[in-house]
């Protein structure tokens, strides 16, 4: 599966922003999504994922109460709303694809290229 995300921009801290990932490939809602960002300077961390229906989803402690994460299976699209942004949201947004919810990074498959979400304050 190939993955395309988009939907990055500079935003000031407290507003929102959607950013969507687009696959490619006949499966898509065999795979579990997920949302990963990586900071300069900073390894690749976890943000949030979802399970192949929408029916489980898993976010870090640091977004959670703030970001959305959701599919539309039809669409092969996997979104992710962000609301009260802070600087410290600052990243480059990577989607990917995998078997199982995790947050280890290594635990996906495939991956999209990512979209810079920068937040000013």
């Known amino acids: 599966v190939q993955l395309q995300a988009s939907g990055g921009g500079l935003v000031q801290a407290g507003d929102s922003l959607r950013v969507s990932c687009e696959a490619s490939?006949?499966?898509?809602?065999?795979?579990?999504m997920g949302w990963f960002r990586q900071a300069p300077g900073k390894e690749r961390e976890f943000v949030t994922s979802i399970n192949w229906n929408g029916a489980v989803t898993n976010y870090a402690a640091s977004v959670k109460g703030r970001f959305t994460i959701s599919r539309d299976n039809a669409k092969k699209t996997v979104y992710l709303q962000m609301n009260s942004l802070k600087p410290e949201d600052t990243a480059v947004y990577y989607c990917?694809?995998?078997?199982?919810?995790?947050?280890?990074?290594?635990?996906?498959?495939?991956w999209g290229d990512g979209t810079l979400v920068t937040v000013s304050s």
């Open positions: 490939g006949r499966t898509f809602s065999n795979y579990v």
């Open positions: 990917a694809a995998g078997w199982v919810i995790t947050t280890d990074p290594n635990g996906m498959y495939y």
